[in-house]
């Protein structure tokens, strides 16, 4: 019996087009990065630990890494095909690996990771300085959260006004002292 035209599989071919693209991978890499960098900048990330370990869990998490076709697309898309090498060397890289499969979303792995990392850097914040973080002032009226709505257990609220750095808490602090100097 011959199988229904619907379910015939068609080979890939060098002509078939890549269903992912470079830039939506470095899109959402520089997503990851910048996402990390504001945490760090709240104060939600204290340490490079800390860091190292919030990149990882993204990028472990990410469809880049989930999914084989993504992971293999990762390699073509990567400036760090190496990065897995570099890490934990090819033994490391091969060790348990019980498939080809398994080894691509290993090296698109370290990659993704590499490449990652590579877009955090910033000169204006450092994980571990926390004259660099954004600092929030307390809400007045709720002292359990700072003027922009954020949690102040959660957050480094300043002890003065001098300090405060959340343009957020600064712009509501404005409005209030302009209502209240009209008032």
Do not use: Q
């Not at 939600?44 to 993504?70: F, K």
């Not at 570099?86 to 590499?114: H, N, P, Q």
Request: net charge negative; hydrophobic share 35%.
């Amino acid at each position: 019996m011959e199988t229904p035209p619907h379910r015939r599989r068609r080979p890939a071919t060098l002509e078939t087009p890549m269903p992912f693209t470079r830039e939506e991978y470095y899109n959402d890499v520089c997503s990851y990065a910048a996402d990390l960098r504001a945490r760090c900048r709240k104060g939600e990330i204290r340490s490079t630990d800390a860091l190292r370990e919030d990149v990882e869990e993204m990028v472990d998490g990410s469809c880049w890494i989930i999914y084989t076709a993504r992971a293999l697309a990762v390699l073509g898309f990567t400036r760090n095909e190496d990065a897995a090498e570099d890490a934990i060397g090819w033994e490391g890289l091969c060790e348990g690996a019980g498939s080809f499969d398994e080894l691509v979303t290993r090296k698109a792995y370290y990659a993704m990771l590499a490449d990652v990392e590579a877009e955090i850097p910033s000169d204006d914040f450092d994980a571990e300085n926390p004259s660099t973080w954004t600092v929030h002032e307390r809400d007045p009226e709720d002292p359990g959260f700072s003027t922009c709505g954020e949690d102040a257990d959660e957050v480094p609220v300043a002890a003065d006004r001098e300090a405060v750095t959340c343009p957020a808490c600064l712009r509501y602090r404005a409005r209030r002292e302009a209502a209240d100097a009209s008032a």
